[in-house]
């Protein structure tokens, strides 16, 4: 690709107002006011840049033919090239391989979520035994083992995600992971305080990469939206096993065999995930296959003038940090879908760090129950889980019917997963009502604990309906998305967690559960909002039309082009089979 072919990104301000003024001569109208509106224009060409290229890409990647001023010229010279692409069936293609190989890549990529999110709350029932030994006694810092861990999921994401959309998901998987391994051992050796704290950060951040990462690996090897779907579903499903399953492990060692071997448990699952990833887990990035493809061919024949498209992309340290690693904070400064989801999740995500503060306080404090026994009434909300992804399938099932009888209604993107977020908003709420107004010395424990099960099925559902949604939205940067909304909802997460302890004693239980519930309520209209005037807020974001029209551009052509081929192939048979 020439230098004056390739997707430069604009150099100064000057030059964003000659484009501008150019788009306006064709009759897009943009309007600048003042330095907001220069910034809000020089993001518009950014994300239009952004979705023209990296579409371009994927056609080149798929054989289909480009536009006119297309050609892959060498950056150095005009030797022409050779871009080389799928051929059709391809075995190399990652939507083309093996049911068995897909399920071994989602099993190794599950096991590596669940490392995450495990490590999120694993301190929590074993706090008051690491404070005891290194005698903590604030309050404030008492929360500080968990909020520091969601501290660096607050920054993680925002590398991980672009980060895997530019150089590959495989590498960038076994890095982190083996680094996260390395910081577990730090927290289950810490010598002191601040150095636990410091090791719980670097969890985090490395840490965060499976959250940011998997949904961009699945999107690369399912192609059927329901299929994608399904296993996204049981993705968010793990991401919340772990967090539940971690205070178990912790309240049980903690009593009995100490702190430190709920860290060494982590460690040894973590090496147990780690060395499958190291052998077995395959690059499934399109982009990166093909690159490796073209390489092999220029190895053994050095003449060879073959490339993969995405080799030929501009990968200097400018373009990384102007359009790569700023895509998940444009998308949550610009996109309505992205901001407005993200906002939401992250009340639902903080709520549900704040439990592992507030069971403590409800389970252990007004009930006397003991550390393991406060942890095992996670378990409900594990239940609840469940019951969300059985309604997830048969929602699935439900909308695949309706689209089979062309319901005008599955014509809209919205309604494919959203309704089940308009489902869980309110449930979530309930749920929070029911455990503060239920949790009295004169009530059995078992009742306010059997809210985990509607905590359970509404926080499930919220996530499946509001993320499918995303990722549907923006398939093609479904890591920068899921990035996006993975880092501003730890923002949160890290930041109501610190109030529990006052809240719960100047508001109580009932007053603190009911306030929480009462904020889910106002923003479970969030779902209806986007059922109500989807197409409309997605009308009005630069970044969707731009991803739209290049999707429909691409697939025109790549109906052209195989009506092209199917003409050349007949015409090919008819000279074959005449005299």
Known sequence: MSDSESLDLPQSLEEVSTRLSRRSSNGVSMQREGTRGQASNIIRIISNQDAEYRYRIEEADNRIQPNKGWSCHSIHDTTEKKIISWEPDDKENPYNWSNKRKLSIFIMTMAGVINSTMGSSLPSMAIPYMTQEWGITSDTQKVLPISTFLIGYVFGPLLWGPLSEHFGRRYLTIITLSLFTIWTLGCALAPNWPAFLVFRFLCGAFGSAPIAIVTGQLADIYKDFVTRGNALAFFMATTIWGPLI?????????????????????????????????????????????????????????????????????????????????????????????????????????????????FPIIFQQLYGLSPGVTGLLFLPIIGGVILALGTFFAWGSFLRKS???????????????????????????????????????????????????????????????????????????????????????????????????????????????SLLGGLSLLLSGVPFVFLWKGERIRAGSAFCIALKEEKLEMERRAKLDWQRRNVADRISQEKEESP
């Open 246 to 358: 971690a205070p178990i492990i912790a309240g049980f060692c903690s009593t009995t065999i100490g702190w430190r071997w709920s860290f060494w448990i982590a460690l040894i699952y973590a090496v147990v995930t780690l060395v499958p990833v190291i052998f077995l887990l395959p690059e499934t990035y399109a982009p990166v296959l093909l690159s490796r493809r073209a390489q092999k061919i220029r190895k053994a024949d050095p003449t060879a003038q073959v490339y993969a498209a995405f080799e030929l992309e501009d990968k200097d340290i400018k373009q990384v940090v102007t359009r790569v690693l700023t895509r998940p904070v444009r998308m949550i400064l610009t996109e309505t879908i992205v901001s407005s989801t993200c906002l939401y999740l992250a009340l639902v995500y903080a709520i549900f760090y704040i439990s592992f503060g507030a």
């Open 403 to 513: 689209k089979q009888r062309n319901r005008p209604w599955t014509k809209k993107e919205e309604s494919n997963r959203v309704p089940l977020a308009a489902i869980g908003g309110p449930l979530f709420a309930i749920s929070l009502f029911w455990l503060g107004f239920s949790a009295r010395e004169d009530v059995h424990y078992a009742v306010p604990s059997l809210a985990g099960v509607g905590f359970g099925v509404g926080y499930q559902l919220i996530f499946m309906g509001m993320l499918n949604y995303l990722t549907d939205a923006y398939e093609i940067f479904a890591a920068s998305a899921s990035a996006a909304s993975s880092s501003s909802r730890s923002y949160l997460a890290v930041l109501l967690p610190l109030a529990t302890t006052p809240m719960f004693d100047q508001l109580g239980i009932s007053g603190s559960l």
